[in-house]
């Protein structure tokens, strides 16, 4: 069955980095996209980033300074935040969906994706 696991979040001054990771379960990371989604306080969950044989994407609050990137031999996706922001305060998760098996390029879409890690904490604050 098809499992997904964050780790990697915590309590980072503004300025700093983390690298979350997402060990995933039940499905090919060659063939199937894996998303980031977050979650900040009193907001929507928002997809910022996507991975696929065919593409990458990065919504446009993220770009330049998130990085994602897997490693298929043991089936672990990554998200590098780099220059933490007060605003990257969320709970990060990530996700696959069945839909298609690569990233579409307007970016994911919530309802799209089908299975959910349980997400990790990441607060940015001095």
């Known amino acids: 069955q098809v499992q997904l696991v964050e780790s990697g979040g915590g309590l980072v001054q503004p300025g700093g980095s983390l690298k979350l990771a997402c060990a995933t379960s039940?499905?090919?990371?060659?063939?199937?996209?894996v998303a980031w989604f977050r979650r900040a306080p009193g907001k929507e969950r928002e997809g910022i980033s996507c991975?696929?044989?065919?593409?990458?994407y990065y919504t446009n609050s993220v770009r330049g300074r998130f990085t994602i990137s897997r490693d298929d031999a043991k089936n672990l996706v990554y998200l590098q935040i780099t220059n933490m922001k007060p605003e990257d305060t969320a709970v990060y998760y990530c996700?696959?969906?069945?839909?298609?098996?690569?990233?579409?390029?307007?970016?994911?879409?919530?309802?799209?994706?089908?299975?959910w890690g349980q997400g990790t904490q990441v607060t940015v604050s001095s």
């Open positions: 996700a696959t969906e069945s839909v298609r098996n690569y990233c579409s390029e307007s970016g994911p879409r919530e309802i799209e994706f089908e299975y």
């Open positions: 039940g499905f090919s990371l060659d063939y199937y996209p």
């Open positions: 991975i696929s044989n065919v593409r990458t």
